[in-house]
């Protein structure tokens, strides 16, 4: 292949034709009017969830900043000598 030849990906896109442009105001419209109910569906699915366990026992908070990290993670505020325990000079092997 030369310097001069496109590939297909950059070529440029052709406009839409007309069908094409009814088909993706349809889709967009369908898909507005269906956007409520699924919303709605959402909840009273979230609504039932609480009510047939309200307490999850698989739930894990979010670590907050002065949580510890789990270990097997590196960075700076890792205990136990992660990569981020290495003082400026130490290696690895030392």
Known sequence: MTG???SPV??????????QRRNVQRAERVIGLAAPFLDLL????DRIS????????????VRTEG????EG??????PGGGAGDRRQGESAGD
């Open 4 to 6: 001069d030849e496109q």
């Open 67 to 70: 949580m510890p990290r789990p």
């Open 42 to 45: 959402l909840a009273v699915g």
């Open 73 to 78: 993670r590196t960075g700076d505020e890792q």
């Open 50 to 61: 609480r009510i047939a366990e309200p307490e999850d026992h698989e739930y894990y908070p």
């Open 10 to 19: 950059a070529s440029p896109r052709h406009p839409p034709t007309a069908a």
